[in-house]
């Protein structure tokens, strides 16, 4: 089976550029989770969906980010504008139905972006 | 206070040395743990989940001390294999929330 699957695996891109980044999730969970890495702040939450509707969205850093889930296999997270500081790797999570808590979460490669 | 707390490392061990790390969280009310596995410029993957009466998986243990808040995982037998950033992670929140704290992780490199 698919794991879950982001695009692109590396963006490079000038600030004040749009950039949208893109994942599918494994089929049948119902949670999807956006994630920032970077080497200062670790690996943070920035918003997560269950049943394509956002429950916390307290992790995304400003306007600038937003998230969409418009069905069950599909969602992007898009920065506009982008900004240098906004470069770190995003992960894309999901995992099955169920109490999320106690679920385990099947993560992306990842998308590496660089903001110039 | 951080939610989650590690030592970052890096531990650097001999093949077949026992190494163990430990994590902090915040809060009490705490409800579900686990240890992931990142290794370099890869995603995150769960290595165990932890249970309160500890659980073992292999040359892996998992230990859960609710009343110091912290949580432990012990290698034991360390292969080079096993070199790679070990994440901590807590539902800080409690409840059935999916919002999953990570600590910054310990790095662990395995020296033949």
């Known amino acids: 089976d698919a794991g879950v699957i982001q695009s692109p695996r590396h963006e490079v891109t000038e600030m004040g550029q749009e950039v949208t980044l893109r994942c599918k999730p494994i089929s049948g969970h119902d949670y999807l989770f956006w994630y920032r890495q970077t080497m200062m702040r670790g690996l943070e939450l920035l918003i997560y969906?269950?049943?394509?509707?956002?429950?916390?969205d307290s992790g995304m850093p400003e306007d600038r980010f937003s998230a969409k889930m418009p069905n069950a296999s599909f969602s992007t997270l898009k920065i506009q504008p982008s900004e240098p500081r906004d470069s770190a790797v995003y992960f894309c999570?999901?995992?099955?139905?169920?109490?999320?808590?106690?679920?385990?979460?099947?993560f992306g490669p990842g998308t590496r972006l660089t903001v110039l | 206070r951080k939610e989650v707390e590690q030592d970052p490392g890096p531990f650097n061990v001999p093949e077949g040395a026992t190494v163990a790390f430990n994590c902090t969280y915040s809060n009490s009310a705490s409800q579900s743990f686990f240890w992931y596995r990142q290794d370099c410029r890869k995603e995150p993957k769960l290595l165990m989940s932890?249970?309160?009466s500890g659980n073992e998986d292999g040359r892996f243990t998992a230990q859960l001390n609710r009343a110091s808040q912290y949580i432990s995982l012990l290698i034991r037998d360390s292969k080079l294999s096993d070199s790679a950033t070990y994440l901590c992670?807590?539902?800080?929140?409690?409840?059935?929330?999916?919002?999953?704290?990570f600590g910054k992780g310990t790095k662990l490199s395995v020296k033949p």
């Open positions: 999570a999901s995992s099955p139905p169920g109490l999320a808590s106690y679920n385990e979460q099947f």
């Open positions: 969906f269950n049943n394509n509707v956002p429950i916390d």
């Open positions: 932890v249970y309160s």
């Open positions: 992670v807590v539902n800080i929140y409690g409840g059935s929330q999916g919002n999953l704290i």
